[in-house]
């Protein structure tokens, strides 16, 4: 094996495909890195067996088809540090140490077996769909921080986003049990499927999809598994087996009391009244009657902290407790000036929404759930 290739290519595609390598205690060959010559090209990846990551980069020379498989980590921190310059690989057919040169530096590094490597699915022929991907990956943002992280459950349908595709348009749902996000994306004839993929896969997806300019991403299925292609990286991860709840049941249906009013507003009186909050409620209550809007929190180790905001449109008394923590991480990532949250009464679950004529949320609702306090 023999190439040449930049440092500063060679370094996003280490960096792309070591998103997915695996842990040296439970298979120590996952620890490492594969190298492909294909072409002209290097293609570069790695896998966990929940999810694996392909990305081809191109190289200044090579020698006939080869590969060979170095520790993943060990790569990052060389190419962290090397200057930007060409780097030369080189790897005699019989050794196993492959010599990396950039400038003045030279690196010997061992070789891993490349029988032991998994043998990884290739994405098939057609795709799936195609989707923007601006609009996916904002459906990714507004709906993965409402899953629940594996430590914190042993409900594993918690911790995926549920993707259903329609004809008309996929929707994107994550919950955790006390509050749910919920992002529609329109489509035209679109296929049908649903997908329940881990909340944390789609999230470094969506971190991988930030550094590359392509407008659309493809997404490819077989079997148990789900390709997401573009600009040379292929994504893979395994589709989850868990039953997901019914929705339908916990979106609200009756909310005739709307509080329409700044989204800068409310979450910075949040954010002040989250200070004062008790610490295993985390509650604020909110109180609103005519167009005035009265936020409080206490707790007997902090104090208190009581905000008046103004509502644009007047509503009939009511009051009701939310966890802060909820509402703000919705809030943050939502670019509406004006937001609606709709209330029935102090025990059923609020739904908030983007108010006004801004495209950047449409599609996104979020519902949480009230905290029940003697008030």
């Keep these: 094996m023999q190439f040449t290739c930049s440092r500063k290519d060679l370094s996003f595609g280490i960096k792309t495909a070591g998103r997915a390598l695996g842990s040296a205690s439970t298979m120590p060959i996952l620890a490492g890195m594969r190298l492909d010559i294909q072409g002209d090209n290097l293609i570069l ?14 190289l200044a020379g090579a020698t006939e088809p080869s590969s060979t498989i170095l520790n993943g980590d060990v790569l990052n921190r060389i190419v962290a540090v090397l200057p930007d310059d060409t780097v030369n690989f080189q790897k005699a057919a019989e050794s196993n140490k492959v ?22 699915s290739d994405k098939p022929e057609t795709p799936f769909i195609k989707l923007n991907k601006a609009l996916f990956q904002r459906g990714i943002d507004l709906t993965t921080f409402s899953a629940l992280n594996t430590k914190e459950t042993s409900r594993l349908s918690l911790t995926g986003v549920h993707m259903t595709f329609k004809s008309d348009g996929v929707r994107m749902v994550s919950t955790n049990g006390y509050r749910l996000s919920l992002y529609d994306m329109a489509l035209t004839n679109g296929p049908e499927g649903e997908f329940l993929v881990d909340a944390n896969a789609l999230r ?46 916990v979106i609200p249906k009756e909310t005739p009391i709307g509080l329409n ?115």
């Excluded at 990846?45 to 191109?58: F, G, K, M, V, Y």
């Excluded at 003045?104 to 990884?120: H, I, K, R, S």
Aim: charged share 25%; glycine share 6%; proline share 3%.
């Design 45 to 58: 990846q790695a896998t966990d067996l929940e999810r694996s990551i392909r990305c081809r980069i191109p």
């Design 99 to 120: 010599e990396v040169l950039c400038g003045g530096t030279t690196f010997d590094l061992l070789t891993l077996p490349l029988e032991d490597y998994p043998q990884l």
């Design 204 to 249: 470094d997806l969506s971190g991988i999809m930030s550094q590359i300019d392509a407008e659309e991403i493809e997404v490819y299925q077989e079997n148990s598994q789900l390709f997401f292609h573009t600009d040379g990286i292929t994504y893979m991860v395994r589709v989850m087996e868990e039953e997901y709840p019914d929705i339908d049941r």
């Design 261 to 375: 009013m700044s989204r800068h507003a409310f979450l910075a009186a949040l954010q002040r009244a989250q200070i004062t909050t008790a610490e295993e409620s985390g509650a604020v209550v909110v109180q609103a009657q005519g167009e005035q809007l009265h936020l409080s929190s206490s707790s007997s180790e902090k104090g208190e902290t009581e905000e008046n905001l103004s509502l644009t449109k007047a509503v009939d008394e009511i009051k009701v407790s939310f966890r802060a923590e909820f509402l703000i991480d919705a809030l943050k990532r939502m670019n509406s000036d004006e937001i609606n949250l709709w209330l029935k009464d102090s025990e059923s679950a609020g739904l908030l929404e983007p108010s006004g004529d801004s495209n950047e949320d449409h599609g996104f609702v979020y519902v949480c759930m009230p905290i029940r306090l003697d008030m």
